[in-house]
């Protein structure tokens, strides 16, 4: 068994850095946390994981948390020494009932310099101003990060490292932008089905509530154009069966305040089977001739109608 943090050279990110050598009980706490999480994640890593961990410690740790995830909830991941020795294979693969489920993931950074990048808030104190939450900036890093791993997966298709039967999921994390997102609803469903903003229709004699529910928006507006947000109302990305979505990350590991959400792809070519038990949320949607509803086990998600 090796230790994560035993690792030296060049480009090694700052916040590796920090926990590597830990001066707070935070950073020391967090050391102690990737230890053990890596002493059960080894025996299914990449040769290269660590190396990995060390210059992109966010998203190494996004794939080590679902592996660990998947193994504390009793599912069978297939070990390194099994996998294939030459070219590239997605990130993790869980042995279900003699079928193969192929995890991708990936933890999308804040974009490149411009309009269409996150924009950080800074503190008043420190001469900041009010600025609008960055939504639509992370729904395009959050379609993007889709687009790139649903791009990758279709490679390994055509190469024969994922078998037309096996499952499919891009596991895509909001950590590095989580105080920027919502979970009301979670963004990941903003990005990949036309949801817009929420509207609510009063009686303007009574002030009851007569309608609810979101405009319907099929593109996200970004520098030079738009790009469409209905991957799961498109047979082109069928070959993905769902997507994984979390803000969860090392600055904050509650699954109360940050949960893992799946959404299955309703044209899935392969589906995922449901009520899994490592999920906290399940997202299951429907589509009509001219609408669509989405249904999780507490409520049900009504866009406004689309027929023309």
Same mark, same amino acid.
């Given at each position: 068994?090796?230790?994560?943090?035993e690792?030296?050279? =060049?480009?090694?990110?700052?916040? *590796?850095?920090n926990i590597?050598? %830990?001066?707070?009980?935070?950073?020391?706490?967090?050391? !102690?946390?990737? $230890?053990?999480?890596?002493?059960?994640?080894?025996?299914?890593?990449?040769?290269?994981?660590?190396e990995?961990?060390?210059?992109?410690?966010?998203?190494?740790?996004?794939?080590?948390?679902?592996g660990?995830?998947?193994?504390?909830?009793?599912?069978?991941?297939?070990?390194?020494?099994?996998? $294939?020795?030459?070219g590239?294979?997605p990130?993790?693969?869980?042995l279900?009932?003699?079928?193969r489920?192929?995890?991708?993931? /990936?933890?999308p950074?804040?974009?490149?310099?411009?309009?269409?990048?996150?924009e950080? %808030?800074?503190?008043?104190n420190?001469? &900041?101003?009010?600025?609008a939450?960055? #939504?639509?900036?992370?729904?395009?890093?959050?379609?993007?990060?889709?687009?790139?791993k649903?791009?990758k997966? !279709?490679?390994?298709?055509?190469?024969? #490292?994922?078998?037309?039967?096996?499952?499919?999921? /891009?596991?895509?994390?909001?950590?590095?932008? =989580?105080?920027c997102? =919502?979970?009301?609803?979670?963004?990941i469903?903003t990005?990949? *089905?036309?949801?817009?903003?929420r509207?609510?229709?009063?009686?303007r #004699?009574?002030?009851?509530?007569?309608?609810?529910g979101?405009?319907?928006?099929?593109?996200?507006?970004?520098?030079?154009? #738009?790009?469409?947000?209905?991957? *799961?109302?498109?047979?082109q990305f069928?070959?993905i069966? &769902?997507?994984?979505?979390?803000?969860?990350?090392?600055g904050n590991?509650?699954?109360?305040?940050? %949960?893992?959400h799946?959404v299955?792809?309703?044209?899935?070519?392969?589906?995922?089977?449901?009520?899994w038990?490592?999920w906290?949320? $399940?997202?299951?949607?429907?589509?009509?001739?001219?609408? *669509? $509803?989405?249904?999780?086990?507490?409520?049900?998600?009504? %866009?406004?109608?689309?027929?023309?």
């Amino acid at each position: 068994m090796t230790k994560i943090f035993e690792i030296d050279g =060049s480009n090694l990110e700052l916040g *590796f850095k920090n926990i590597q050598s %830990p001066k707070s009980r935070i950073e020391q706490e967090m050391h !102690e946390l990737i $230890e053990c999480m890596w002493k059960t994640y080894e025996p299914y890593a990449d040769p290269d994981f660590r190396e990995g961990f060390a210059r992109d410690v966010d998203g190494r740790f996004w794939e080590m948390y679902i592996g660990c995830s998947l193994l504390e909830a009793g599912h069978t991941l297939l070990p390194v020494s099994e996998r $294939e020795k030459e070219g590239g294979q997605p990130d993790i693969c869980v042995l279900e009932n003699g079928r193969r489920i192929w995890i991708e993931a /990936i933890a999308p950074d804040d974009g490149q310099v411009g309009p269409d990048q996150i924009e950080r %808030p800074v503190p008043l104190n420190e001469g &900041g101003k009010l600025i609008a939450v960055p #939504v639509r900036q992370a729904q395009l890093r959050t379609t993007s990060a889709f687009w790139t791993k649903a791009q990758k997966i !279709e490679r390994y298709l055509a190469e024969g #490292v994922i078998q037309p039967e096996d499952t499919r999921i /891009i596991a895509i994390s909001a950590s590095r932008f =989580s105080v920027c997102v =919502s979970e009301d609803p979670p963004l990941i469903l903003t990005s990949l *089905f036309p949801l817009g903003d929420r509207y609510v229709t009063l009686d303007r #004699v009574t002030g009851k509530i007569l309608e609810e529910g979101y405009t319907d928006a099929p593109m996200i507006k970004r520098a030079g154009g #738009v790009i469409p947000r209905t991957a *799961f109302m498109d047979k082109q990305f069928a070959h993905i069966s &769902g997507v994984l979505w979390s803000r969860i990350g090392l600055g904050n590991l509650s699954r109360k305040v940050r %949960p893992l959400h799946f959404v299955h792809n309703p044209l899935a070519e392969v589906s995922f089977p449901p009520n899994w038990d490592v999920w906290d949320n $399940e997202f299951v949607a429907t589509i009509g001739k001219d609408y *669509f $509803e989405i249904k999780n086990t507490h409520k049900m998600i009504e %866009p406004a109608d689309q027929s023309d």
